[in-house]
């Protein structure tokens, strides 16, 4: 037995001997919902009437008191000719029977009353009356189904040869043709010229394969001059038998929604257009910062050579000065290892004495001459450090100006890498030279120096 089923059902027993009565009354709540009693069939009768929409079961007696279980059952056909009914019968009642047949009673459960017998019985017509209830909330969720469906959404049905047989309110009122004027018509005329005739084709073969068909229409309206377009679900129909009898076609119109889509799309190819104009104005303007950026590192590079220049120039006077030293140094050497012995003692003194006084007075001139070069030397390395540093930070603030714009424009990578080359190798250059002039000048030797600066 299906407890939870019979849990959910009211019955209404009638019977007038107590005993009878009141045992399977006790027995009967143990399994519904509600086990309503009453000793005679006019009480029966009356509390139907007020109970009628929660009675689900009649079980009554035939032969009672004031009104048998026949007239009472008689009247409340009246009021439903659905309620199962089952009667409680002893053999004397048999004459009754035919009359109970005649009303459509359900079963018969004969004296003295089999239980099993009569849950079973009561089992069977609980499990109808139970499936009758789904089959009653489906047809309600089916019938708001549909109307939901027919608030929203654009339907038709057809025959099997797409002759509109049905359509809604909302289908004419988004064609402005009445139901008169499309029943009847081909499914297929309302297509708007736009559209393939391979589309229904398509759609008429799978209607007859039972395949429903998805797929988005362009649609005419009684206006010549407007159109809808919708997305379209279209599903066979099939009667009792499983033969298919037509189609049942629902729309969505989107013809709103591919509207605001088109415009959409409009306004994006105009803020396109103006995005290339910008953009077209914007390299220009990147252009004309590239050719000066460009004419300032084949500037810098210039620099660079004549500083490169100078330095092999500084380089061979540096090597040559040297060579001169050496040499110097031999004959220093070779003179006082091997004086001339022609020349006599006393004019040799003389005139050593001579060379050495003017030789004093030529290092003292040399050595004032140094010490001024040194200075003006130190002076002038200072200021061209100055204005190298001052020069390099100008142009290091341009670069990176013109990279910061150059990062706008796009993917300019390989321009972001030249310049950054460009200005180390710069900066390396100038600190080279800085370096070079500063070792000659703290390296170089006495005699070297007044050989360097005495040429």
């Not at 026949?70 to 029977?97: G, H, W």
């Not at 229409?217 to 009684?222: A, E, N, Q």
């Not at 290339?276 to 252009?287: D, G, L, Q, Y």
Request: net charge neutral; with cysteine.
């Amino acid at each position: 037995m299906d407890k939870n089923v019979l849990k959910s059902l009211t019955v209404l027993y009638v019977e007038d001997d107590a005993t009878i009565r009141n045992e399977l009354s006790l027995l009967l709540s143990k399994f519904f919902k509600h086990v309503s009693t009453s000793n005679d069939g006019e009480l029966g009768l009356n509390k139907y009437k007020e109970n009628q929409d929660s009675i689900d079961i009649i079980i009554t007696d035939i032969n009672m008191p004031n009104m048998n279980g026949i007239e009472m059952v008689k009247n409340i056909r009246k009021i439903s000719a659905k309620i199962p009914v089952i009667f409680t019968t002893a053999y004397s009642d048999k004459e009754f029977l035919s009359e109970a047949i005649q009303l459509r009673v359900n079963d018969y459960i004969t004296k003295p009353i089999d239980v099993r017998k009569l849950l079973g019985v009561l089992n069977s017509l609980g499990k109808i009356i139970h499936n009758e209830i789904l089959v009653e909330k489906q047809n309600k969720e089916l019938i708001n189904y549909k109307n939901a469906i027919d608030s929203n959404s654009i339907v038709l049905k057809t025959d099997t040869n797409l002759n509109i047989t049905y359509v809604n309110d909302l289908f004419c009122r988004t064609t402005s043709f009445s139901s008169e004027e499309l029943i009847g018509k081909n499914f297929s005329a309302l297509k708007h010229n736009d559209v393939s005739s391979s589309l229904f084709k398509d759609m008429y073969t799978s209607i007859l394969e039972n395949k429903t068909w998805k797929g988005c229409i362009k649609y005419i309206t009684r206006d010549e001059n407007t159109s809808y377009t919708a997305d379209t679900f279209v599903m066979s129909t099939l009667s009792e038998q499983g033969n298919i009898t037509g189609a049942l076609c629902i729309q969505n119109d989107i013809t709103d929604e591919l509207s605001k889509k088109r415009n959409m799309q409009m306004a994006l190819m105009k803020d396109k257009g103006d995005i290339f104009i910008k953009s077209k104005e914007t390299n220009a303007e990147s252009t004309i910062l590239l050719n000066d950026l460009s004419l300032k590192i084949n500037n810098l590079e210039k620099e660079l050579k004549l500083i490169k220049t100078e330095k092999d120039k500084f380089m061979y006077g540096f090597s040559k000065a040297k060579s001169d030293n050496k040499i110097l140094s031999k004959e220093l050497l070779n003179f006082k290892n091997n004086p001339d012995n022609n020349e006599t003692s006393s004019s040799m003194t003389l005139k050593t004495n001579k060379e050495n006084g003017d030789l004093r007075i030529e290092v003292k001139k040399l050595l004032e001459k140094l010490e001024e070069l040194e200075l003006s030397k130190e002076r002038a390395l200072n200021q061209q450090r100055i204005n190298y540093e001052v020069e390099m930070d100008d142009i290091t603030t341009e670069l990176d100006d013109f990279k910061e714009k150059i990062k706008n424009l796009g993917n300019l990578e390989i321009i972001n890498q030249k310049i950054e080359y460009w200005k180390q190798k710069a900066k390396t250059e100038a600190r080279r030279a800085e370096e070079i002039e500063k070792k000659v000048v703290q390296t170089g030797d006495e005699s070297f120096l007044k050989k360097i600066f005495s040429t």
